[in-house]
């Protein structure tokens, strides 16, 4: 709540608020399992711990929606309608930031990244180097855990945020008393205040992002992106075709844009330490090959065939073409000029007569 108050109170005040308020759509959910906070648990009204009420990837738990609880459905309608890039669980007991996976396959505490690891240990670090001495922590080596390393856990939020909803969530803990006293809190706050702050804007400074449109309509579409080596897709909005896609900076990337009935197209970036925008134009089949062109800020040609850049290099032909032209034409318009000044300052200032020996 202290982060909502700090957001509304200090935008167009301060910077960091008013970029997080201009660029990004903020929820809030002050509590997951308001039951069991009044009632000092874990579970909920009916004792069911809410963290492990997920479906599981690795074992068929809570598959029967009939028996999973409505806090449970209530989240993950929410998780799949709201369409969030990424998401941050608040939790008491330990001072780590926590990230996926949060178990194994068979079962043994150890460490089990998810495909985006290196995009996840980057926003937990995030997140740690921003506290006031979270990564100064002895148990966890700069502040950040993988959940299945540290102790595993099935049916979890965390992990079916990431998998069902292309949500990228830490689970943070943030107080090493599970139950700290009302007093506490203000002080509690200001300890992560900037860690909060810091991770909601690496969300618009990090990462790709743009929209997919139809090269035929020009209208949006709900594509999904894929990064080479990173065995997890997004998926675009249905009605803006907009994506944001987390990726840790200072890195070499082929990002691919697909949808069914559209050929594919890839291209290569390198991803600085700023966000970069990158449009993609799909070409339906049947089309002609290459008719648009990919759009980015990145400054390389992007289609299908994976190198072949025949249509931007042709466009570019034809502005050289273009600027010669534009060229001669003024050259010429110059030395006209010229001229006809010279011959206006001969009639009004004739050279005079010479003395001629007859």
Not at 19 to 40: W, Y
Request: aromatic share 12%; charged share 20%.
């Amino acid at each position: 709540m202290q982060l909502a108050y700090w957001l509304c109170d200090n935008y167009l005040k301060d910077p960091l608020a008013t970029l997080i308020v201009e660029n990004t759509h903020l929820h809030i959910l002050p509590s997951m399992n308001p039951d069991g906070f009044a009632l000092r648990r874990r579970g909920n009204a009916n004792n069911v711990d809410l963290n492990r009420d997920f479906p599981d990837q690795f074992f068929p738990l809570n598959d029967d929606i009939k028996h999973r609880q409505p806090e449970t459905r209530a989240i993950m309608n929410w998780i799949k309608q709201e369409h969030f890039t990424a998401s941050a669980s608040l939790h008491g007991g330990a001072l780590v930031a926590n990230y996926p996976w949060d178990g194994s396959r068979d079962t043994r505490k150890q460490y089990y990244g998810c495909p985006d690891d290196k995009t996840f240990r980057y926003m937990a670090s995030v997140y740690s180097q921003s506290h006031y001495n979270m990564s100064l922590s002895k148990e966890f080596e700069g502040g950040i855990t993988n959940g299945a390393l540290w102790y595993p856990i099935y049916g979890g939020m965390q992990d079916w945020n990431y998998i069902h909803g292309g949500c990228f969530e830490l689970t943070l803990e943030i107080s090493d008393v599970k139950w700290p006293k009302a007093s506490e809190l203000l002080v509690i706050w200001k300890q992560n205040k900037l860690s909060m702050l810091n991770l909601v804007a690496s969300l618009v400074k990090t990462g790709v992002h743009g929209r997919i449109f139809a090269a035929d309509t020009g209208r949006p579409i709900p594509g999904s992106l894929m990064v080479k080596g990173i065995d997890s897709k997004i998926n675009a909005s249905g009605t803006f075709g907009n994506y944001h896609r987390m990726l840790a900076p200072g890195q070499s990337y082929e990002v691919v844009a697909s949808m069914e009935g559209f050929r594919p197209k890839r291209t290569h970036i390198m991803l600085g330490r700023e966000a970069m925008n990158l449009d993609f134009i799909l070409d339906p089949y049947g089309a002609l090959k290459g008719a648009k062109p990919l759009r980015n800020d990145c400054g390389c040609s992007c289609n299908d065939d994976g190198g072949s850049n025949k249509p931007f290099l042709l466009r570019e032909a034809y502005l050289w073409l273009y600027l010669l032209v534009l060229f001669f034409l003024l050259a010429l318009y110059l030395l006209f000029r010229r001229r006809m000044a010279s011959r206006l300052v001969a009639q009004r200032h004739p050279p005079p007569k010479r003395p001629v020996a007859v």
